[in-house]
């Protein structure tokens, strides 16, 4: 591996995590291909959620400590919009290809 695949994250990235951080979901848009665990660790004092956006969507964790995680295998291709239910103004996007 090269030192650079470390580097800071942009906007959209490709990956398989992501920060809870300054009441802020990092990166604001992950691509990941289908059959991807994504794990969100948060790094804030206060307690956040992953939670699908509207009914029926796969996420939905239970209120996050700090330095705590919530894990999800995405199958199907698809964006899933996703938010904070605690935080409703922290959203995020993982986008989901084959």
Request: net charge positive; aromatic share 10%.
């Amino acid at each position: 591996m090269s030192p650079s695949s470390t580097g800071a994250q942009a906007a959209s990235v490709a990956g398989n995590s992501a920060t809870i951080k300054n009441f802020a979901f990092s990166p604001a848009t992950l691509k990941v291909k289908a059959g991807t665990r994504v794990t969100w660790t948060n790094q804030d004092t206060d307690a956040h959620t992953v939670t699908s956006a509207g009914s029926g969507g796969p996420l939905h964790s239970a209120p996050l400590a700090t330095h705590a995680t919530y894990s999800y295998t995405f199958t199907k291709p698809g964006t899933y919009a996703y938010l904070c239910t605690i935080h409703p103004f922290m959203t995020a996007t993982v986008e989901v290809t084959r």
